[in-house]
């Protein structure tokens, strides 16, 4: 079974991944960590997110196995990985390895922004998860401020926005919801509501 997941920034998809993951028995893979590794082995070499030849370079030479997750969760690097994002040649350099990730059995949950219309388009289940603007960027606050990295909330809300507007317009894989994606609104809902809704609409399709 492949579950796929999108949805904006701070949307709740990788709690929700991970949990579905968990339930089902699934592998999970948060895609945005990719980028953000791209992202980080540029800002750490001291070049800038928009070197294309870099970026690409960079993702040619990822190895997810050693990522560093709170590393890669910083607002720096968040903002580096929405701006190498949107080069087509790093997106295409990371493709394999997720449809490969997702083909292995016993399946997988992959959570990012371009999972149900691009890397998994057949994927047996397909959310699209999102909540208000407002709401996102007080989760994101909160995540910052268990890290001990201190931001303003009207600073984060300001970066959502710009990220929401940056992921939505690019060419390239574009944030969009999938035609057969179900929409889960997760703006009232906290995270145990939210995964319950999920798991029964995985349940409908098992069902099915
Ligand atoms: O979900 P996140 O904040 O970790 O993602 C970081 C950036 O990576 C985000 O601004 C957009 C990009 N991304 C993407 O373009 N495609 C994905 N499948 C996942 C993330």
Redesign the pocket.
């Known amino acids: 079974m492949i579950i796929a997941i999108d949805g904006p920034?701070a949307s709740g998809k990788g709690t929700l991944g991970k949990r579905l993951a968990t339930h089902y028995g699934l592998r999970h893979l948060?895609?945005?960590?990719l980028?953000?590794a791209v992202a980080k082995a540029l800002l750490d070499a001291g070049h800038s997110p928009n070197n294309q030849a870099r970026a690409v370079a960079a993702a040619d030479a990822i190895d997810p196995a050693s990522f560093d997750e709170g590393a890669l969760k910083s607002h720096a690097v968040?903002e580096a990985?929405?701006l190498v994002?949107a080069i087509p040649d790093v997106r295409a350099a990371l493709l394999a390895f997720q449809r490969s990730f997702a083909a292995r059995p016993p399946g997988a949950v992959l959570d990012?922004?371009?999972?149900g219309t691009v890397i998994c388009p057949n994927a047996d289940v397909k959310i699209f998860v999102t909540a208000t603007a407002q709401v996102r960027a007080h989760r994101r606050l909160l995540e910052f401020q268990r890290r001990g990295e201190p931001v303003d909330e009207a600073a984060v809300l300001a970066d959502i926005l710009r990220?929401d507007e940056r992921?939505m317009s690019r060419a390239a894989a574009p944030l969009k919801q999938a035609a057969d994606a179900h929409m889960l609104d997760t703006t009232e809902l906290n995270a145990d509501a939210a995964f319950a809704q999920a798991a029964e609409l995985v349940e409908r399709v098992r069902r099915r």
């Not at 990012?112 to 999972?115: K, L, Q, T, V």
């Open positions: 920034a948060d895609t945005g960590l980028y953000r968040g990985a929405s994002s990012g922004r371009d999972i990220r992921d």
